[in-house]
C-alpha cells in the first residue's frame, strides 16, 4: 500500500535551533469589525514565549562582546519568560544563572525556574524603581557585588535587535508584505521597538498599537506625553512604572488602556472561541486588537501575538476561583478548585 507523502518537520540539534519561526493563526470566530486579525503563536517558541528569541540573541551578543566567559554567570530581573528562555540558553551553554523574579508571578513560572536549576530570588512586587528590594536594582546590586553579567533587558539593545531581525521580518513575510498594523504590549519595549523599527524601514503604513494594562503609565504616556502615577495590575509581562531605555515609544501610534477583567475575560474567549490556550498579556494584546479592529472604518489587516502559554496560568487566568477572588466574575461558586488560588 502507498503511504501518503509527510512533509517532514525540522530535525535539529538542539532546543536552540527550534527558537522563531512561529505560525500565524487567523481569528476567524471572533468578532474582527471590516478586518482579518492574525495571531502569531510566539507561544510555540521552545521556552513557551516571545522571550526566547531576546534571551538568545543578548547571550549570543554577551558571548561576542566579550562580556562572558564559559561557564559564566548570568543574572537578570524578570517576570519569568525573559528568565526562562535564558535559563534554556544557559542550560545548553553551559551558563549558570541567577534571577530575581517579583513575588506576584505565576507559581508555575517559579517552578519551572526551579526545575531547570535557576538559582531564583523571589523580592517584592510591591515596591518601585529605586528600592531596594525592586526587582531590577536587586539584580544590578548583586551583579555589582558577584561579577555576574547582567544581562539587563531593559537596556541590551540585542532585545529589540532579535524583534528587529527575526520576529518583524516573519510577520512581514507572512503576511505577504500587506500589515496595516501591529497591537504589541511593552515589558522592556523589545517586541515594540524591534518590530516599529522593521515596519518604519520596509512598511511605513503599519501602525505600531500599543496594549497596555490599566495601571501601567505607558498609554497615558502616548496619549499626553506626561509619566504618571502608576497602579498596579495583576497580568504579567507588559505594562510599566517607567519608560524602558529599550521602548522607543516614538513609534506607537495608537495606544488602548485594558483592565485586568477585560484580560482575562478575553484571554479565556481565545481558548473557548479560537482553541488558543495564551497567557494573561496576549489577553491585553487580543483586547486591544479587538477594539482597534472593530473602531475601523475600512477593512484593515492586523497582526497581534500570543506571547506566551496559558499552561502557567491554570492556576490564575483559567481558574474560576481565581476569577471571582479578582471580583472579576461575581458568580457562586462550587468545586474543590479553591486551594489552587494563587
Ligand atoms: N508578554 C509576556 C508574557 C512577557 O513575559 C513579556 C516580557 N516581559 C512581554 C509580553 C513583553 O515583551 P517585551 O519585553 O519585548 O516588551
Same mark, same amino acid.
Given at each position: 500500500m502507498s503511504q501518503p507523502e509527510a512533509v517532514a518537520p525540522p530535525v535539529v540539534? /538542539?532546543? %536552540? !535551533?527550534?527558537i522563531g519561526h512561529t505560525p500565524l493563526v487567523e481569528l /476567524?470566530? %471572533? !468578532?474582527t469589525g471590516p478586518c482579518r486579525l492574525f495571531l502569531k503563536l510566539e507561544n510555540q517558541n521552545p521556552g513557551g514565549s516571545i522571550k526566547d528569541r531576546m534571551a538568545m540573541s543578548m547571550v549570543t551578543a554577551a558571548e561576542r562582546d566579550g562580556l562572558l566567559k564559559p561557564g559564566g554567570t548570568l543574572i537578570e530581573a524578570t517576570a519569568g519568560n525573559t528568565g526562562l528562555g535564558l535559563a534554556q540558553v544557559a542550560t545548553l551553554k553551559g551558563y549558570k544563572l541567577i534571577l530575581v523574579v517579583p513575588d506576584k508571578m505565576a507559581r508555575e513560572k517559579i517552578l519551572h525556574l526551579r526545575a531547570m536549576g535557576v538559582d531564583v530570588r523571589l523580592t517584592r512586587s510591591d515596591v518601585g524603581k529605586g528600592h531596594p528590594e525592586y526587582y531590577q536594582d536587586m539584580a544590578q546590586t548583586i551583579a555589582d557585588e558577584t561579577g555576574a553579567f547582567y544581562v539587563n533587558q531593559f537596556e541590551n539593545p540585542a532585545n529589540p535587535l532579535a524583534h528587529e531581525t527575526s520576529t518583524a521580518p516573519e510577520i512581514f513575510a507572512q503576511m505577504e508584505g500587506d500589515v496595516d498594523a501591529v497591537v504589541v504590549g511593552v515589558g522592556s519595549g523589545g517586541t515594540m521597538t524591534g518590530i516599529g523599527r522593521f515596519m518604519k524601514r520596509m512598511s511605513p503604513k503599519t501602525e505600531m498599537v500599543l496594549a497596555d494594562?490599566?495601571?501601567?503609565?505607558l498609554a497615558d504616556y502616548v496619549a499626553t506625553g506626561k509619566i504618571g502615577e502608576a497602579g498596579s495590575w495583576t497580568v504579567e509581562g507588559i505594562g510599566e512604572d517607567f519608560i524602558p531605555v529599550?521602548?522607543?515609544?516614538?513609534?506607537?501610534?495608537k495606544a488602548y488602556s485594558i483592565t485586568d477583567k477585560e484580560s482575562v475575560e478575553t484571554c479565556r474567549l481565545l481558548l473557548k472561541r479560537e482553541g488558543v490556550l495564551a497567557g494573561s498579556s496576549s489577553g491585553t494584546l487580543l483586547a486591544a486588537a479587538l477594539r482597534y479592529c472593530r473602531e475601523q472604518t475600512t477593512p484593515k489587516r492586523v497582526v497581534t501575538l500570543a506571547c506566551d502559554t496559558g499552561g502557567k496560568y491554570l492556576t490564575k487566568v483559567f481558574n474560576d476561583f481565581w476569577v471571582a477572588a479578582q471580583g472579576f466574575d461575581e458568580r457562586e461558586m462550587h468545586g474543590d478548585l479553591r486551594d489552587l488560588i494563587a
Open positions: 540539534k /538542539t532546543a %536552540l !535551533d527550534l /476567524t470566530r %471572533l !468578532d494594562p490599566a495601571g501601567s503609565i529599550n521602548a522607543q515609544m516614538d513609534l506607537i501610534r
